[in-house]
Nanobody, 116 residues
Framework: QVHLVESGGGLVQPGGSLRLSCAAP????????FGWYRQAPMKQRELVGK???????NYADSVKGRFTISGDNAKNTIYLQMNSLKPEVTAVYYCTGGTWMKPSYWGQGTQVTVSS
C-alpha cells in the first residue's frame, strides 16, 4: 500500500504563511507529477497546483503568486508554500502523485484554517 503523508497544517491568522509537506515513498517517484488539492466544507475538491518532476508547474488562478510548489528529491518530499493567506483558503489539503492529467495516489489530508 502506498502512502503519501501530509503535515504542516494548522491554524493561522489572515495574512500569515504556512508550509505544507508531503512525504512520498520512494516507490512513488515513478510518478511524473505531484500535486496539491483542497476541499473546503460543502465544496468540491479542487486543484491547488501541481509540479512535474522534469519541470513545469500549474496553479489555480486563485493562488497564483501566493502559493508555490517545490520538491526535494533527497528527502522524497513535496512542499506547498502558502503566503498571504486568506480565510477562503480554509480547507483540507491533499497531496497527490500521478500523471500530469490525473492523480493516482492521495494522502490523508491536512487541515488548514485561516482565521483571526
Amino acid at each position: 500500500q502506498v502512502h503519501l503523508v501530509e503535515s504542516g497544517g494548522g491554524l493561522v491568522q489572515p495574512g500569515g504563511s504556512l508550509r505544507l509537506s508531503c512525504a512520498a515513498p520512494a516507490s512513488l517517484f515513478s510518478c511524473s507529477t505531484f500535486g496539491w488539492y483542497r476541499q473546503a466544507p460543502m465544496k468540491q475538491r479542487e486543484l491547488v497546483g501541481k509540479i512535474a518532476i522534469f519541470g513545469g508547474t500549474n496553479y489555480a488562478d486563485s493562488v497564483k503568486g501566493r502559493f508555490t510548489i517545490s520538491g526535494d528529491n533527497a528527502k522524497n518530499t513535496i512542499y506547498l508554500q502558502m503566503n498571504s493567506l486568506k480565510p477562503e483558503v480554509t480547507a483540507v489539503y491533499y497531496c497527490t502523485g500521478g500523471t500530469w492529467m490525473k492523480p493516482s495516489y492521495w494522502g490523508q489530508g491536512t487541515q488548514v484554517t485561516v482565521s483571526s
